[in-house]
């Protein structure tokens, strides 16, 4: 049965997300004796009332000044966090590439963590081992996919990851500027691997400083300002008011 291209991949309804900030924060039982009323705490609410539909097959860019609360909401899709108020919900197999090398093991080699990961996003043993040849190549790690990733550069976690998160036949998948790290040739390999994901129908949100990328890549632009949405549509047209505001 072919799938519903109007699919709704990602409803999020009237989310909110704070955070507890420790002032002065006592850490031994000798500072909390001594310093009592260190233990100030302030809510800061980094998320407030977000409302949004990400429909199958688009692109979306997250854009917005540091702070804005970007990467907050991509962790709340992922559910890596969970909001204090509203809903996420998700339809599809969702694949994400938040933080460099989380879900590795450090001390098992590149290829053993290829299985460890691809099983996690729900690969058998047999379909890992169809792709394994395809998942080392894309990475160009090559011989050093046999060496433990606690030796690997941020720039080799980030060819590993990004190549099991592309090939575990995902329906969604959240970026959050990895794609800043390492050298420009494997940026644009990512990033032309990304268009083709998305010409096959895969929904794609990812936060990034890079607009031109945006711009080139994305069929919708969202503006976050002070854990707001600020603006949300056309790429060209939201980046251009965007600007304007932080000149």
């Known amino acids: ?24 924060k006592a850490n031994s039982l000798k500072e909390k004796l001594l310093f009592w009323n260190r233990n100030k705490k302030e809510k800061r609410e980094v998320l407030k009332d977000i409302n949004l539909t990400i429909k199958n097959g688009e692109a979306v860019g997250l854009i917005g000044v540091n702070g804005s609360g970007k990467s907050t909401l991509l962790k709340l899709m992922t559910k890596i966090i969970y909001p204090n108020q509203g809903k996420i919900t998700t339809n599809g197999k969702l694949t994400s590439l938040l933080e460099l090398g989380a879900g590795f093991h450090p001390d098992f080699s ?9 099983s996690i996003f729900g690969l058998t043993r047999k ?9 080392i190549e894309f990475s ?9 990733v ?13 190549a099991v998160a592309i090939n575990v036949d995902a329906d969604i998948l959240l970026v959050d500027e990895v794609l800043a790290v390492g050298d420009q040739h494997f940026q644009d390999k990512c ?10 129908g895969k ?35 939201v980046i251009d008011r965007y600007l304007e505001e932080i000149k």
């Open 1 to 24: 049965m072919q799938e519903n291209q109007e699919e709704d991949r990602i409803i999020v309804e009237h989310v909110y997300k704070s955070f507890n900030i420790y002032m002065d």
């Open 110 to 118: 590149g290829r053993e963590n290829i299985y460890f990961n691809a």
């Open 127 to 135: 379909k890992i081992d169809e792709r394994i040849d395809k998942i």
């Open 140 to 148: 160009e790690l090559g011989s050093y996919i046999d060496n433990p």
């Open 150 to 162: 606690r030796t690997y550069s941020s720039g080799m976690y980030m060819r590993l990851a990004f």
């Open 191 to 200: 990033i032309a691997k990304m268009k083709e994901l998305k010409e096959e």
């Open 203 to 237: 929904t794609m949100v990812f936060v990034t400083h890079s607009l031109s990328t945006v711009k080139d890549f994305c069929n919708r632009a969202i503006w976050l300002s002070n854990g707001e949405i600020k603006m949300d549509g056309e790429p060209d047209t």
